[in-house]
Structure formats: structure tokens, C-alpha cells
């Protein structure tokens, strides 16, 4: 039975600037935080850094035109704070302004739609080393760098999103400790949350004062359907407070201008929340286009016995008693859990409790082990049901009522995967690190029909 998706549906790929830039040599780039974390020794597998990842700062003609031949409507790229303004703040970098008024004006020469993020989490380590998103002059800066490239893109560019999942910016980051900047303070998490937000709201300012009148701005949460792995009261108490921060923290703050009061309430067992100002919530709450959603998968959890603070319990601030637990279905490569029904009931929740402006799925993809065949060709049959089973959940949810307006594929290369290194390949298009050779794979080819036609079976 073939599901057929509106006329105007936006199909797209997506990447982000340090998975796939490489060229830290180039524009007078600062350093990032990334950049920082990859030299400590095992903060990254394999001891992989970012520093040429797949080479599209030098290779960007090439792969718009490879976009072109995939045929989808939309890119979603990210612009590189560090590269735009090397130090966070001060001077600014007009030959790296330049590669990317040169890629928009690439993508749109091509018949591809630029939807531009500002913060896909490679903070300037100038910012990070005067306080990281923990100190309130970071949400500053951002709203100052979001007006910059407004200014610079802005006329050009229509589709906007602020901040990338600051879910894994704060809590991965500040919290767990295994993303950049490594740090592992619950505290300094939630302040990162509220900050990154904060920015978020300073940015919708910027941008409708810089852009063109027609412009969409968004924000890309990476909400999760939390599920009690248990009966006990503990164990559905766990839930709610991982739902709390997973979920009802961003949408609350973002989409109804509060914070959930239970979730204050399991904050303020490790903070004393004063970086929360009055006048920050109207700021958060700014008005927005659209919401974009990044889905993966599933949390399945419960009330762990005697835990105590550490990964994965430790990104979840005030509650160290909380592990995950393996729902026992298929896995990708990372050994998330694949439940394309959790889409579903992430978009109709998002709906019915929000109200909220259209949508898009702004990432969703997965990793697998494929390999190039004896031809050069990838036949990656397990991508390929993974994004045409997702891509029909979406549809699912259309036909529940769901306003979404488009869906865009993690990832279009293989590419840096930040704690993993090289070890794990999300594009559908192959990346030979060695030569930088692309191929597209099977589901690459399985995409653009389904771009073409607007179809799924």
C-alpha cells in the first residue's frame, strides 16, 4: 500500500558543521570546545578528532552538487561559531562569513532549500573558558553571533533554527561529562540548560530584527517517549523525573514560557536555580515558526537501588537512582533500540499537550556496520528499512492530526560522531576517510525516489 505525503512536504538531509567541515586551518578558525575535548586523551574513541572529519569546508562544491543529483528539497547545515568569530566575540572572520554565503548561494543555485542552524554545539573555548553556557554572558555572545549571520544570510536564507538539542548540549556536556567540555557538575547543567535557551530566545530576537520578513525560526529539541520499566511507584517515578528533563523541561520553557513545577523541585536538590532571572522566561517563550524534532528512540527506565551519580544516571540531574534499561528489540549499531512507533507518539504528544507551531523532523537516522562491496557500492538494507519504516511513521502521524511539514534524514555523510569518533556511520552517503571519496548507498538511492515522488510503500 503506497502513503502518500503532501505536494509541499520538504524532504531533506542534514549535517553539522564540526562532523563535517574538517578544515580548522582555514578563515582564521578559533578552537572549539570540541576541539579541546578530542585532546584529552579517551574522551573520544579511537582518540578521533574533528580536525578533517569529511572535508566539506574544502570540498563544499562537490557536495551540494551531489544534492542536487539526490534530488532533495531541503538542507540543514550548521554555522561554525568559531569559524565566523574566532574568539566567541570580537573580531569577526569575513573569509569564513564568505564559505558560507558561498554554500547558500551554491545550495539555492542547485534548487536546495539552506535551513540554517546556529548552534550545533561547537562553543568557542574563549566562551567555555570564561564560563562556558553555565555563565549568563554565553547566552549574550550567542544572541550577538545569531545577529551577524542573520545580517549575512538573512536575505537569503528563509529557514531558521536557533539551537540544536541543548537537551545533550547541557546535560551531556555540563552533567555527564562525555560530550564537550567534558564537565560533570549537575549543577552547571542546569544553569547550561536555562542559558542555552536564554540564547535561544535572544536569538528569535535577532534574527526577526535581520532576516527576511518571510523567515521561519525554529528551535530543535531531541525529546525522547519515556517508559517506566516497572510497576513500583519508584520505578514510575523515575520516569516522570526523566520525562521531566527529557521532554516537558524544553517544550514548557520554550512553548509555554514555565518551568514544570516538579522539575524545579528535583533541580533544587542540586542547585540553588539563581541564574533564573525575572524577565527570562518571556525571553525563552519567544513566539516561533516552526519546532523541529530530532528522534532516535525510546528511554526505558527505572529506579536503580543504591546508584549513585554516574553515566547514564548522571545526566539527569537530581536523579542519581535512575538507570535505563534494554527493551530487548533490534538495535542499531550505537545499540539504540529502534522503535519507529515512538515518532509517532512523540509528534501526537507534542500536539495534543503543546499546541504547537508546524513541525518538522529536523534528524532522524540511524548507524549501522555497512561496507563497501567488492564495486564500490553500499547495500545497506538495514538503513534503508530503518528510514522508510520512520519515514511511515511519519506518516502515521499526519494522518493522526500531526502538522508536520517536513522530514529531513541523519545524515547525508558519514561523518564525526562526536564521543565515537570514526566508529560509527550514519550517512547515506559513505565517506572513505582515506580518500574522501562519497558514495551514495542503497537507501541514498531509496531517499531521493521517495523525495521524487512524495511516496512511501
Known amino acids: 500500500m503506497t502513503r502518500k505525503f503532501p505536494a509541499d512536504f520538504l524532504w531533506g538531509v542534514a549535517t553539522s558543521a564540526y562532523q563535517i567541515e574538517g578544515g580548522v586551518d582555514l578563515d582564521g578558525r578559533g578552537p ?8 584529552h586523551p579517551g574522551a573520544v574513541r579511537g582518540g578521533d578528532d574533528g580536525r578533517t572529519a569529511a572535508e566539506h569546508r574544502r570540498r563544499m562544491a562537490s557536495d551540494v552538487a551531489m544534492l542536487a543529483e539526490l534530488g532533495v528539497g531541503a538542507y540543514r547545515f550548521s554555522v561554525a561559531w568559531p569559524r565566523v568569530r574566532p574568539l566567541g566575540r570580537g573580531a569577526v572572520s569575513t573569509a569564513g562569513l564568505d564559505f558560507y554565503r558561498s554554500l547558500v548561494d551554491a545550495l539555492l543555485d542547485a534548487g536546495v532549500d539552506p535551513v540554517v542552524t546556529l548552534y550545533h554545539w561547537d562553543l568557542p573555548q574563549a566562551l567555555e573558558d570564561a564560563g562556558g553556557w553555565p555563565a549568563r554572558a554565553t547566552a549574550e555572545r550567542f544572541g550577538e553571533f545569531a545577529s551577524l549571520v542573520g545580517a549575512a544570510l538573512g536575505d537569503r536564507v528563509r529557514r531558521w533554527s536557533t539551537v540544536n538539542e541543548p537537551w545533550c548540549a547541557a546535560m551531556l556536556g555540563y552533567a555527564g561529562g562525555i560530550h564537550a567540555p567534558g564537565r560533570s557538575d549537575p549543577g552547571a547543567a542546569i544553569a547550561a540548560a536555562h542559558h542555552l535557551l536564554l540564547g535561544h530566545g535572544l536569538a528569535v530576537d535577532a534574527l526577526r ?12 529539541v531531541n525529546p525522547y517517549p519515556v517508559i517506566a520499566a516497572g510497576e513500583r511507584e519508584v520505578d514510575i517515578d523515575a520516569a516522570r523525573r526523566v520525562d521531566g528533563v527529557a521532554n516537558r523541561l524544553w517544550y514548557d520553557l520554550v512553548l509555554l514560557g514555565r518551568y514544570p513545577d516538579d522539575v524545579l523541585a528535583d533541580f533544587a536538590t542540586v542547585s540553588d536555580l539563581a541564574h533564573i532571572r525575572d524577565g527570562d522566561l518571556a525571553m525563552i517563550s519567544r513566539p516561533i515558526d516552526a519546532i523541529g524534532v530530532n528522534y532516535y528512540r525510546r528511554h526505558h527506565v527505572r529506579h536503580a537501588a543504591g546508584a549513585s551519580a554516574g553515566p547514564p544516571a548522571s545526566t539527569w540531574p ?12 533490534a538495535t542499531t549499531a550505537s545499540r539504540w533500540a529502534i522503535e519507529p512507533d515512538g515518532l509517532v507518539e512523540t509528534l501526537v504528544r507534542l500536539t495534543r499537550d503543546y499546541d504547537p507551531p508546524p513541525i518538522y523532523v529536523h534528524e532522524n537516522g540511524a548507524a549501522f556496520d ?39 534524514v541523519w545524515s547525508l555523510l558519514d561523518n564525526f560522531e562526536w564521543a565515537e569518533g570514526y566508529a560509527k556511520r550514519f550517512g547515506i552517503v559513505r565517506v572513505d576517510f582515506e580518500t574522501q571519496r562519497r558514495t551514495p548507498k542503497a537507501s541514498a538511492r531509496w531517499y531521493a525516489e521517495v523525495a521524487r515522488t512524495g511516496e512511501v510503500d
Do not use: K, N
Open 209 to 220: 530584527a535581520t532576516v527576511r520578513a518571510d523567515a521561519e525560526v525554529a528551535i530543535t
Open 370 to 408: 555497512d561496507h563497501a562491496g567488492a564495486g564500490g557500492d553500499v547495500d545497506d538494507a538495514d538503513r534503508l528499512a530503518f528510514l522508510r519504516d520512520h519515514v511511515r511513521a511519519a506518516h502515521d502521524a499526519l494522518a493522526a492530526g500531526v502538522d508536520l511539514r517536513g522530514y529531513f
Open 32 to 39: 572549539s570546545i570540541w576541539d579541546t575535548f578530542c585532546a
Open 318 to 329: 537530581g536523579s542519581p537512582d535512575v538507570e535505563t534499561v534494554d527493551p530487548g528489540v
